[in-house]
């Protein structure tokens, strides 16, 4: 069984490498070499044994606790080249691949015991996701 859980936040970012000059950026990355910004939307699947006392697989108040911590304390209204570590150096760009990659590492490992994380997918806009399985 599993269960996933929808979550929306706006953030902005830019395709843009520092260690390049602004026209080798314009040619690699057109108009997205400049910040715009997106209404995300992350799915985050997790799959469990059903407890049979609640018929349920998570706790849906903790499953969210997380998320909220990782997902959205994190990114909502964010500009991802300079807010996340991550990608403050400029290297990796905060692209859909790297934020699904990202997310699903510190969901993982900070899930419930007994319960695991199948995906993380992450969508830009209704044309464009990544999604993540942990393996990279």
């Known amino acids: 069984i ?4 929808i979550l929306r936040f706006p953030a902005t970012h830019r395709m843009y490498r520092p260690d390049w000059s602004a026209d080798e950026n314009d040619r690699a990355f057109g108009p997205v070499a400049a910040y715009h910004g997106h209404e995300y939307e992350c799915r985050v699947t997790v799959t469990g044994p059903v407890d049979p006392r609640t018929g ?3 706790d849906l108040a903790a499953l ?28 990796p760009l905060p692209t859909c691949e790297a934020l699904a990659s990202i997310l699903y590492s510190r969901i993982a490992s900070r899930l419930p015991s007994g319960l695991g994380l199948m995906r993380v997918r992450l969508a830009e806009d209704a044309t464009l996701y990544a999604e993540s399985t942990g393996d990279t």
């Open 2 to 5: 599993s269960l996933t859980r």
């Open 56 to 58: 349920m697989i998570v």
């Open 64 to 91: 969210d606790d997380v998320l909220s911590r990782e997902v959205l304390d994190r990114l909502s209204g964010k500009q991802l080249n300079t807010d996340l570590p991550e990608f403050s150096s400029g290297r």
